[in-house]
Structure formats: structure tokens, C-alpha cells
């Protein structure tokens, strides 16, 4: 049964950091793609960041490109997202999810081929 964990969300002051992490289990973790995805107030599920499975590659939404870091330890089997400068936009309940596909060539921000998701971790924000 594969479990995803988040953790490390919480409340922020805008410009402020966080790290969310996201520990798996019950999968191949050094094989599958990561992606983060959140979803803010009366808004949709968006992307925002994604990485392979061999931490070679990173995909950011244009949103958090230059500010949200995303990292693996496959050792570990956690996948992590380091916020810096935060906004209030970024306000928004953030999952993990693993990519059902093995070793994909190429990552994929479209939640179709996510097929396993964590329950989600809440970070707020304050302007």
C-alpha cells in the first residue's frame, strides 16, 4: 500500500521560508517521478513543482520558479520542497504525489499521471 506523508506546513509571515517534506512508502521510491501540486481557496488543484527520479531534473510552475527549490533523498525516500520568499498567493494546501509511471523519460505537470497523493499540508501566508 503506498502512503504519502507531508509535513512541515505551517504559518508564515510573507517573505518568510518553509520546507515541506514528503515521506513515501510502499513504492519503488528511486523509481517514479515526484510532483507537488496545491490548492489555494476557491481555486483548482494546480502544479507547482515536479522532479525526477533521479533528482536530475526539475520542473517548476512559472509562479514559484526562481523562489520554491524541489530535492529527493532517495535514500531516505522523501522528496522535499524549500519555499523562500513567500507571498500570501502562495497560501494554499500542498500534496505530494508520485507519478504511477516507472522511470518515465520525461517529467509530466499534468495530474493524470500522478496516481498516488498525500493528504496534504497547510501553509498559510500573512501578508
Known amino acids: 500500500q503506498v502512503q504519502l506523508v507531508e509535513s512541515g506546513g505551517g504559518l508564515v509571515q510573507a517573505g518568510g521560508s518553509l520546507r515541506l517534506s514528503c515521506a513515501a512508502s510502499?513504492?519503488?521510491?528511486?523509481?517514479?517521478?515526484m510532483g507537488w501540486f496545491r490548492r489555494a481557496p476557491g481555486k483548482e488543484r494546480e502544479f507547482v513543482a515536479a522532479?525526477?527520479?533521479?533528482?536530475?531534473?526539475?520542473y517548476y510552475a512559472d509562479s514559484v520558479k526562481g523562489r520554491f527549490t524541489n530535492s529527493r533523498d532517495n535514500d531516505k525516500n522523501t522528496v522535499y520542497l524549500q519555499m523562500n520568499s513567500l507571498k500570501p498567493e502562495d497560501t494554499a494546501v500542498y500534496y505530494c504525489?508520485?507519478?504511477?509511471?516507472?522511470?518515465?523519460?520525461?517529467?509530466?505537470?499534468?495530474?493524470?499521471?500522478?496516481?498516488?497523493w498525500g493528504q496534504g499540508t497547510q501553509v498559510t501566508v500573512s501578508s
Open positions: 522532479i525526477s527520479w533521479t533528482g536530475a531534473t526539475t
Open positions: 510502499g513504492l519503488s521510491f528511486s523509481n517514479y517521478n
Open positions: 504525489a508520485a507519478d504511477f509511471r516507472w522511470r518515465p523519460s520525461a517529467i509530466d505537470q499534468g495530474m493524470g499521471v500522478y496516481g498516488y
